[in-house]
Each structure stands twice: as C-alpha cells, then as structure tokens.
C-alpha cells in the first residue's frame, strides 16, 4: 500500500450506517470509481460481539483496497478502512489508528463519535454519509462536520430498509443533499471535484465588478427573506462558507449561485442554516465544566444566601444543551448547601428554530451521549427512545430569541457563557459585545468563551482567571474610553495652590469625603500613573505629565512609550521584576532634567496581588522625588542593571538614525493618518455624547426584556397552578368525605361542602376560630384533640355521633407543606351510619342464633370435609363431650356393626354434595345404646367444593320406632 505523502487524500468521507447497513455499503461501493482522490472510514453501529465480516463483503464487490483497522497506519486515499462495532476511531497526524470502547459514549454514539474526530482532524475535508439504520446515530456527529465547513449527504429514506438514521439526519435541516445511495459516490467525486474552483477574494479591491455585485446580492437576499444582517461577521468565514454551498450546488461562480437564490427562496434558509450552524452539546469541553464545579460556581454560591438569585447568562445557548449542562451544575451546587439562593439562566440565541427545540427539552439517545449515567438518571426522564429535561432543570432556564449585537443585555449577572460565537464576528463586533457583556456582568463577575476566543481587545476589562479555559473575570473599570492626557510638561516648575478656594473663586461647589481625600493625595502623594498587564495608560494623575513625553506620529497609549528616554530602561526593568518576582519593585537616583533643572526621584512599580482580585494584573507606578541626601532603606527589590543601560542607551542612538531614514516616508502618510484622526475625534465625541442616553436605554430595555420573559413563565406557571386547582376540587367534591382544614391558630382554612352538613359553616367564615363555629357532633373535645395533634404530630382517630344520630370515624392529621413544614391540621368525617347500623343487625341477629342454640336438646357437632375428624361437639347430655376436638368419632359414638352403614351414607352425601341424613344406634353418654337421627348440611365455598358440615343428633331412643 503506498505511503507517500503525494498519496494523501484531500477528502476524507465517513460512513455510518447499522440495521440494513452492509446491504446499502454493497450498493454505495459498487458505484465508486478505483481512483477517485476520496479515503473512506465505514463503521457499523451494531452489537459488539456481532462479527459482520464487512471486510470481505466489500472488497468482493469494490476495486478500491478495503482493510479493517487493528493498528495505526497511514490514510491514502482510495482506500477503504473498515472500524470494528467495539471500537471507535483516533486520528493523528494523517494516521489512523482504533480503540476500544471503554466510555458511555463510546458505545451509545459510534457514527457521531466518527464524525466528531473527522470534523476535528480534517476541518473542511471531512464529509459525512449516514446510510440505513436505526436510532439517531449520526445526527449529532453531523453537526460537528458542518460545523468546521464540512458536507453531509443522507440516504432517501423511501429506499433505506431502515430509516429512523436518515430521517433524524434530515430533521437537523443541516443536510446538504438527500439520494438514491448508489448515486451519493458520484455527487462526492463532483463535490471532490469543485473543491477550490470558486474562489472568493477577502479583498475587496481584488474582486472583479460582477463578483462584487453578485455578493452584494447574496447578502441583501438574506437580509430580505430572513432578517439576519452579516455586516458584523467576520468576512473570511463568511466566504468560506458561500464558496461551500456553492460548490454543494455544483454552480461554476458566485453570479451563477446569487441568480439560483433568486429563483430557489429555499436555498436561502439552507444558506443560513450553513452561517448560523447551531452546534452543541452536552458538557462539551469538559476540563472547562470540572473548573466551572469545582471553583467558579461554589465560589458565586458562597457570596450568595437565601433569597439572592445567582444569574447566569448563556449566549449563543443554540439547542440549549450547554444551559441545561449549566443548569445540572448548579443544581448539584446548590443542593448542598443549606441557605443557597435561586438560580436564573437566561438562554439566548439567534436561531429561532434552535431556540424551540431547546424550550421543548427533549433529546435522542446520542445527544444525551455526553451526559454521565448518573446525571441522566436524575436530570431527565426517559420518553420511548428519547429523554427529556426534568422539570426541576427546566424551570431554571429561560429562554429567548436575542441578537446579542443589537438587542439591549439582561443585567447584573454573575456569570456569562459565551462559546464559540465570537469567531464568527469580526474585531469590531467582539469588542462591541465585550463591552456589552462588561456592561452586564456585576464587578468580579465571570466571563467563559471558547477555546479559540479571547478578550484581547479588552484586557483592560477583564481578568484572566484560567487561561487554559478562556475564563476571565470582569473588574470594577468603566467602559473604555480613549485616554487623551490631561497634562503635558509644564515650562516653569510647578506653583503650589492651596485647596480652600480665596478671592473670587466661586465657593458653591462643596467636595465630599471621598472627593477631598483624592484632591489631598492628589496634591501631597507623588505623581502616579495606572497600567494593565501590557503597559497601556489606564489612568494618570495630574502631575504625572511632566515626566511623558509625546513625540510627533500617532498617539501610543503605551506607557513604555511615553516615558522619558532617561527613564525608560529602569522602568522597563521594574515592570520585569515586578512582574516576575510578585513583588514592589523601585529604582532609585535617577537623574531627570526637567527645563532648567535637575530632579533626583525614585520610581515605584507596585503590582497588584491576591489571585481574586478583579484588578489583577494593573502596576501603579509612583514617581517619588528625593533629595539628594535622602536615602532611606526600603523593604523591596532595586533595579540595578548597568549594562543594559549601555544596551539601551546603544539602542536609542540606533532608533534615531533608523527614525532620519524613515522620516520622509512618513509625511506622506502624515495628511491621511491627520485626516482620519479627524474623523475618530469627532466620532468618539458624537459617541461620548450618546453613550450615557444608550446606556439608560439599554439597562431599560434590559429590564423590559426580563420582565416579558418573566411573564411568559409567569402565564404558564398560572395555567398550571389553575389545572391542579380544579382537579383538587374535583376530587375533593367526589369523595363525599367531610373535610376541615384549620391553620396553626385552629381558624378556618378551607372546608369542602359536605362538611356543611356537621359543622354551621357559610362562605364567610374563612378565617374564623373553630371555637365559634357552632356544630351537631356529640363530642366536645374536638379543639383539644387538634391542639394534641398539633403539639405531637400525631395522628388522632376517634368514632364521633351526632345529634341527629349519624355516626362518623373522625380523623386529625397534621397538614404538612412541601417543605415539609406542619401550617395546621386536616380533620376529616367518613359517615359510617349504615356500617354501624348494620353492625348492631348482625349483633342482635348473633345473640338470638345463641339464645337458640342453648335451648335446644339436640347434640350439635361441626365436622371437616370428609368427616374424618369433629372439630366440636355439644352434647346436651346425650352424647359425651369430646376431650380431645379431633380424635376419631366412630369408634367412641358408632356401634361397630352400624358404622359401614354410616360410612356409606357419608360417602354417599360427600360425592352428591347432599344433606346428610341418618337413623342409627349411637353410644349414649350413660354407655348405654340408643337410637340418634342424626341430620348435616355441607358449606360449600365460591369454587363449590366442601369446607365443613354443621350438623345435630337427635335422641329418639324413646320415641316410637319407624321404617
């Protein structure tokens, strides 16, 4: 097999497919060509230990190699590389190389698993196919590969032996063409084909008159049939993508594409599916979730208690799965606290189709894939093949349709999530929407981007908290504002004004504490100036200008910049040191010709430590005049470094002669660079002027913006409420039970209609004592009872009469919240009228069958089933009673020459499940024989079958005798 890199292939297309797979794989590789540039990674989502020999089947139908992947080596191309079902796929390099599955996902989501690694390894080269099969498996993957500019090609469901892989696929509106499988290898060689044959140029000068127009057509189309304006993404992105979808369209130019925009108006929502490609998961970068657990959010709790809301804001949520992952997060923080406050999410996004399918909460099998077993257990509830957000993640999010470029913020936030959006934008636009979501964040609050997003444009608003994880911490600055200094070198030495105001100078204006605490240190403490981490002038204090200089060209903000010359090698140093070591740094005796004089000052470089200070990061820089003699010992590091100062001193004279030969060159640019400077003085006026008036709109907006979400919540939350209110009721009516709600003062709570008929209740008597309700019950310990239940938690119940004589089982229980907490008790009335009245029935009718029983003579006597053992006897003084209940009766009450009869008229009796009746001699009492009629009904049970028999013996010994 060839190895070279001439070999390689500029497209790598992954294949997926499980149930009717290998039958749609024969179609698709019967079609492709033996050259056609393209490697090939197949996978079958099937059982593990399902042995398919996908191998052998392909080859056997393909004249390109087929092998199935054991152990690293290289991709070519033409070539087809088979992954085994317990394996899933690592790509390194240009090498390919297999795994076993050991994680969840791994075995839940092998075709999305594929994707995700061909979408991060090969960027735009990487296509996906999703052929035959069941479940969603693919559909997740997908998103990835368009994602990082890739095509997906699906099967026609109509002809796929299975086709829940290819309908979920399409549902994602991401798929770029939907075919016959044995016509998807020639749309990948035509797509292979017209890779870079449409090139858009990123300057605008390079572009040819009608590509220009034709773009500007493109754009306008979408802005018309969409809403959505681009002016603010990133222009390279942008084309990248047009030339994508021109090439899925197998369109020659950009004119050729604008036209069939016209004339299709669908193609445009897939365009815009292709610029605003929603894609996310669960937990997705989890180091950047583990540091969010364990530092961040216990962090914000712990400033928080009861009754505080920890908000967060996600931007940019797409399907909502990194909210709801944030949700989980918090909700595992909060739960273990004891006075831990409410959470807020606020999930916005500019996809509305995204944003419905995150407010609805439910998804497939493998966008769950992410989520580990236990978190799935407890946050979702599975529907069919499919799981579903709880209820308690969901009421913690809000969702909503918002441009985070236009629309006004929410505020005072805690924390903001905004991944992977600011790539899309260009440097204006990130820089607009840090400053908005400064704006939003509360001082020392937290900011988390993407892996492949900064705040360089704006470190002086923000922190680094973990770089590795892009998180950043927002510090207590105003917006930024272009620093003009407030004072230049003075031509003659500084005169010293007192602060109390003399002569006419106005007295109206009174200062504060705090104002004349900075006008003292302002005119007693030395000059000082404030940098961030790069050096750039943050804030500067009045007297601090004589030791700048400001040479001609553009404006530098940078400290090292505008230091005098005979400063800036120590300050340099000091900056170094303080930086290095964490520690105050000074220079002390430097020498300053200021005019006409020489000054001696020492210069300070104090950073600002502790690891959650939002100012982290800032140096003050003090300028401390000192006189000659003075020369106090200090606890910090002096900057002595000689020959640097040699180095420095070689490299100003090098810089100067480098400034001579480029001067000329710079005139010419001097005008425009004048001009513009111009322009951005006046409109940073025009936007000092509306700052303040759009910052006021924005914080009302922003308020609007919460409320209505709010309200939205709010009306369902109503709806629901109204729902389980009539059903309570109508259960409550139903049950025809009497029930009394009280509260802790036994007042009258709440009272179902049926308990008007023992208590003299109307409507109006909510709130009422119990004591005052006047009632017909022949019972007065009612409110002692209550208060027992009250006090012991215990429940009372107790048979009550009534004065009308009704009788009820009353019952006191506690009533308990859903916090668990007791507001009162519940007493309860089960008419039991007809119960105890028949009760009394049956006991009348039980003394009477007795009193009966006691007059007769007769013996009576119980025997089981098939009359082998009297379980009881009476004898009535004419058979003995027995002593033992049990033992054999015919040998102690038969004659021996009467008992076959007996025995035969038993048996006779047994099998017609008949009376029993007899005439024979009996052992009597005394010893002496007599003559017995002896007479037993059986007792039958539901089955029909005997139980017992109940019978009497009579004496008639003395009575006439009869045939």
């Known amino acids: 097999m060839p190895n070279t890199l001439e070999n390689t292939p500029s497209l790598l297309v992954g294949i997926g497919a499980s149930a009717g797979g290998v039958e749609a794989l024969i179609s698709f590789f019967e079609q492709v060509p033996p050259q056609s ?9 099937l059982s593990p230990d399902y042995d398919s020999q996908l191998t052998q089947i392909l080859q056997n139908v393909t004249p390109i190699s087929v092998c199935q992947v ?34 969840v996902e791994d075995r839940r989501a092998p075709v999305d ?111 018309l049939r969409t809403g959505h304006d681009f002016s603010n993404y990133k222009r390279p992105t942008l084309l990248r993508r047009l030339e994508r979808r021109i090439n899925v369209r197998n369109l020659p130019n950009l004119s050729a594409y604008a036209a069939y925009l016209y004339e299709h108006p669908q193609e445009t929502t897939a365009l815009l599916k292709d610029l605003l490609i929603s894609v996310t998961n669960f937990f997705r970068d989890k180091a950047v979730f583990t540091a969010l657990e364990q530092e961040v959010l216990p962090r914000l ?55 419905a399918t995150a407010r609805e909460g439910l998804y497939t099998l493998n966008d769950a894939a992410d989520v580990p077993p ?91 908290v973990h770089r590795e994880y892009h998180m950043y911490q927002s510090r207590p600055v105003r917006g930024r504002r272009y620093l003009v200094p407030e004072h230049v070198p003075r031509l003659v030495p500084e005169k010293k004004t007192p602060l109390i105001p003399q002569g006419n100078e106005s007295t109206g204006q009174r200062l504060n504490f705090g104002d004349l605490h900075l ?79 020489i000054e001696t000052l020492t210069l300070h470089v104090r950073p600002v430590l502790g690891t959650v200070n939002p100012a982290r990061g800032y140096f003050l820089v003090l300028f401390e005049p000192v006189s000659e003699e003075s020369n106090p010992p200090r606890p910090v590091v002096a900057s002595v470094e000689p020959i640097a100062r040699q180095l420095e001193e070689e490299l100003i004279r090098v810089k100067a002669q480098l400034r001579a030969s480029n001067e000329h060159y710079e005139l010419q640019a001097e005008a425009l660079k004048a001009s513009n400077e111009e322009l951005q003085a006046m409109n940073e006026e025009l936007r000092s002027a509306a700052e303040e008036l759009e910052t006021s709109k924005e914080e009302l907006q922003s308020i609007n913006e919460e409320l209505t979400t709010v309200n939205q919540e709010l009306k369902v939350k109503v709806e629901e409420v109204s729902l389980s209110s009539n059903n309570l009721r109508n259960l409550i009516n139903s049950t025809h039970i009497a029930t009394l709600f009280l509260d802790r003062s036994l007042r009258v709570n709440l009272f179902t209609s049926t308990t008007r008929e023992i208590f003299n209740l109307i409507p109006t008597d909510f709130g009422r004592p119990l004591t005052d309700i006047t009632h017909q019950l022949d019972y007065d310990q009612l409110s002692i009872d209550a208060e027992k239940v009250l006090t012991t938690l215990q429940t009372v119940e107790q048979e009550v009469s009534t ?23 519940v007493i309860t009335f089960v008419d039991i009228s007809r119960r105890k009245a028949a009760e009394e029935a049956l006991r009348a009718s039980e003394e009477r069958f007795r009193l009966f029983i ?77 003559w017995a009629f002896l007479r037993a009904i059986p007792i039958l049970n539901a089955a029909g079958a005997i139980t017992e028999w109940f019978g009497a013996a009579s004496d008639i010994t003395h009575r006439p005798p009869t045939d």
């Open 301 to 355: 709790i712990q400033e928080k208690k009861a009754g505080d809301t920890l908000r967060i804001w996600v931007a940019g949520c797409a399907t909502g799965e990194e909210a709801y992952s944030l949700a989980m997060l918090c909700a595992e923080a909060t739960s273990v606290v004891i006075d831990a406050p409410s959470v807020q999410i606020f999930a916005t996004d500019l996809d509305e189709a995204a944003i």
């Open 519 to 597: 006008a003292l240190l302002e005119q007693y403490a030395p000059p000082s100036i404030i940098v961030n981490d790069e050096y750039d002038i943050l804030h500067i204090t009045e007297r601090a200008g004589r030791y700048l200089h400001f040479a001609g060209g553009e404006v530098s903000k940078n400290l090292l910049r505008l230091i005098r010359p005979e400063l800036r090698l120590e300050l340099r140093t000091a900056f170094y040191q303080a930086s290095q070591q964490q520690t105050n740094v000074e220079a002390r005796h430097l020498k300053l010709q200021l005019e006409e004089r």
């Open 113 to 223: 698993i594929l994707f995700r690694t061909l979408a991060e390894s090969h960027g735009s080269r990487a296509t996906a196919v999703i052929l035959s099969g069941t479940g969603a498996n693919g559909s997740m993957g997908l998103k990835r590969i368009k994602e990082k500019g890739g095509a997906v090609f699906v099967q026609n469901p109509y002809e796929a032996a299975f086709t829940e892989m290819p309908r979920n696929a399409i549902a994602t509106e991401l798929v770029d063409d939907v075919l016959p499988v044995a016509h998807i290898p020639a749309r990948l060689i035509t797509y292979h084909q017209n890779l870079g044959t449409v090139v858009i140029s990123q300057e605008v000068q390079l572009r040819p008159e009608d590509q220009q127009q034709a773009l500007r057509e493109v754009f306008t189309q979408l802005r």
């Open 37 to 45: 540039g393209i490697a090939y990674i197949v996978i079958l989502h």
């Open 70 to 103: 054991t152990q690293k080596q290289r991709v070519v191309a033409d070539q087809i590389y088979v992954i085994a079902p317990n394996q899933h796929l690592e790509m390194q390099d240009g090498h390919i190389a297999v795994l076993p599955n050991m994680t």
């Open 374 to 464: 236990e978190r799935l257990r407890r946050f979702f509830t599975a529907e069919g093949d499919s799981f579903r957000i709880s209820r308690e993640i969901r009421e913690l999010v809000l969702f909503a349709h918002h441009n985070v470029l236009k629309d006004p913020p929410f505020s005072r936030l805690d924390l903001i999530s905004c991944r992977n959006l600011l790539i899309y934008l260009n440097q204006t636009a990130q820089e607009r929407v840090l400053e908005t979501f400064h704006f939003a964040l509360n001082p020392g609050a937290y900011l988390v981007l993407g892996q492949s997003e900064t705040v360089e444009t704006t470190k002086d608003l923000y922190a680094n």
């Open 854 to 930: 006691l007059a007769s003579s007769d013996s009576l006597f119980k025997m089981n089933a098939d009359w082998t053992e009297m379980s009881h006897l009476q004898g009535n003084d004419f058979l003995v009673d027995p002593n033992q209940p049990g033992l054999p009766w015919l040998d102690q009450y038969i004659p021996s020459e009467d008992r076959p009869q007996v025995k035969a008229t038993i048996q006779q009796s047994i099998e017609n499940k008949e009376t029993f009746e007899l005439k024979h001699r009996v052992i009597r009492q005394d010893g002496t024989v007599g």
């Open 803 to 825: 004065t009308n004589g009704r009788t009820f089982i009353m019952r006191i229980l506690p009533y308990r919240t859903a916090e668990d907490r007791i507001n009162g008790v």
